[in-house]
């Protein structure tokens, strides 16, 4: 659908005139917000945005010869985009101090602030995101709402899935706040937000006018990104503060928070309007789960809310997935759903791609394929298995290049300290050297006292490593293939190679069957 916007509407928003190229220009009408200078068309307002790999002031020219109606630049870059501009003295010019702010008010005001017309719910947490917001959208469907849902593994519109190609849980401003018009014109009353530190931190999310601030849990990861962790959850706190200068709809703000994790109470503090309410399987809290029976095929638990009680049952093994549907339970009871309405809504949930997914060709082992790819969220996956598993636990599992290099070694121990047999293979190397990634895992495992040949294999090809897990597994054995999860592709050196763990192991698995 074609969209315009005055330009004077957006320069409004951004409280910034033109810094040069200004008059008649202003009152142009803008087409599209664009931050690649690639994509922009005639009549659409280039955002120039500082990039890991590149730097989009140096791209305003093309943006301008592009026809852009109107550039915003950071005025502490002028010796970048000054000398590009001259050529174009009619096209306004927009100066401000943060361009990737600048991009999230931009968007939010071409698309009519569509969150403002929504109930938002944000959620954040190093672990369980995706498998919350599932959770959350089925308590709301259950409950007679229309949602969408921004996400990892796909984005939805009234039950419609949009793939997220992306790699990116968080897409840039101008894509979330497409999504959410989508949303307001599919007549959704709620959105879901997975809401990552980068997201926040980032400037990708503003203007999306939360209404309730949800957080699974807090462990160390990112610092790649962050530096330490106190800056990483002051990060998701952001989620919280934003609760206090969303816009008011005429219901109160929360923040629904795990009692069971410390960081909950910063963001507690964080926000001075919303409301709170806790959950909780170990602590004392709003929201409590008793009498839990997890297993390899789902969990059945008694919640408690105040002087109620209800029976629940959720489809998703492990008891870290009773946590994350009391997170959706809680949520849904912030907006008038009754517990065993709630109850109900999450039991309606078969599985969540890639989470915890079983692969079944009719083999006399388990293989579970899941996204597990933190030191954290591997031990719960591998604590939980091993609870559950009558034989041998074997992981295949790798890190990723160019992240937190911190994740190597503490997934190595994790393996080595929970698992009987490991695969340690590649896993998005990106522009690192594969085998060098391997081998600061298998030095970790070697620290933990594992013997290489004996106890673990290292196998760069990663379908090989599948292929030899299940060549290895006897009847009983379960078999976690971690770290990729959902995802359709291997990123080595910048190219996307065609890639699903889900595939090759039922691939591994029918060759293994064949082979005499």
């Known amino acids: 659908m074609t969209r315009e916007t005055p330009l004077a509407a957006i320069l409004a928003e951004l409280g910034a005139p033109p810094a040069s190229g200004g008059g008649a220009g202003a009152g142009r009408a803008v087409g599209g917000v664009r931050y690649d200078s690639r994509l922009v068309r005639p009549g659409d307002l280039f955002v120039a945005v500082p ?24 005025a502490g870059r002028r010796e970048a985009w000054a000398p590009q501009v001259a050529e174009h003295a009619g096209t306004p010019i927009i100066a401000v101090a943060d361009t990737r702010a600048a991009l999230a008010a931009a968007a939010a005001a071409f698309y009519g602030h569509p969150a403002r017309k929504l109930h938002v719910i944000g959620i954040t ?11 959350t959208n089925a308590v709301l469907e259950a409950a007679g709402h229309r949602t969408g849902l921004v996400g990892t593994v796909e ?67 990112h610092l790649d990104f962050h530096g330490t962790r106190e800056a990483y959850i002051g990060a998701k706190a952001r989620l919280f503060a934003m609760l206090d200068t969303a816009a008011d709809k005429g219901s109160p703000k929360w923040a629904v928070l795990n009692a ?22 170990d602590s004392a809290a709003d929201l409590r ?29 492990g008891r870290f997935n009773v946590a994350n549907a009391l997170a959706a339970i809680a949520i849904g009871l912030t907006q008038g759903i009754a517990l065993a309405d709630a109850c109900r809504g999450v039991a309606t949930l078969a599985s969540v791609p890639g989470r915890m997914e079983r692969i079944d060709e009719g083999q006399p082992f388990t293989v579970i394929v899941d996204y597990a790819h933190t030191e954290a969220a591997l031990r719960t996956v ?35 300290e929970l698992a009987d047999r490991l695969y340690i293979t590649t896993e998005d190397p990106r522009e690192e050297d594969p085998a060098a990634i391997i081998a600061e895992i298998a030095a970790a495992v070697e620290g933990a006292g594992r013997r290489e040949g004996d106890d673990f294999l290292r196998i760069p090809d990663r379908a090989e490593a599948i292929a030899a897990a299940v060549k290895d597994s006897r009847p009983g054995d379960v078999i976690l293939i971690a770290g990729k999860g959902h995802e359709g592709s291997i990123i080595v050196g910048r190219e996307r190679l065609p890639w699903d763990d889900r595939a090759a192991a039922r691939e591994a698995i029918r060759d293994n069957r064949s082979t005499p």
């Not at 990039?51 to 026809?67: E, K, N």
């Not at 069971?260 to 399987?281: E, G, K, N, Q, V």
């Not at 095929?297 to 049952?313: D, F």
């Open 51 to 74: 990039g890991y790999h590149v730097d989009g002031h140096d791209f305003v020219g093309r943006a301008l010869a592009a026809g852009a109606a109107a550039v915003v630049v950071e």
């Open 125 to 135: 947490g190093t672990d369980g995101k995706t498998t919350t917001s599932y959770l």
């Open 155 to 221: 984005h939805r519109i009234a039950g419609r899935a949009v793939a997220n190609d992306s790699r990116q849980t968080t897409p840039e401003a101008p894509e979330v706040q497409e999504l959410l018009a989508a949303m307001v014109e599919a007549g959704c009353d709620y959105a879901i937000i997975e809401s990552t530190s980068h997201g926040l931190e980032l400037h990708r999310l503003d203007g999306c006018e939360y209404d309730v601030a949800a957080l699974t849990n807090v462990t160390s990861d």
């Open 260 to 281: 069971d994790d410390p960081a909950s109470a910063t963001m507690r503090t964080t926000t001075a309007r919303a409301r709170s309410l806790t959950y909780a399987l």
């Open 289 to 317: 789960a008793l009498d839990i029976v997890a297993g390899d095929e789902g969990s059945r638990l008694v919640a408690v809310y105040g002087e109620e009680r209800w029976e629940a049952t959720i489809a998703l093994p």
């Open 382 to 416: 591998l604590t939980d298995l091993r609870a559950s598993s009558p034989g041998r636990l074997l992981v295949v599992f790798g890190a990723a290049g160019e992240r937190d290099a911190a994740r190597r070694s503490g997934l190595g121990r994790a393996a080595a």
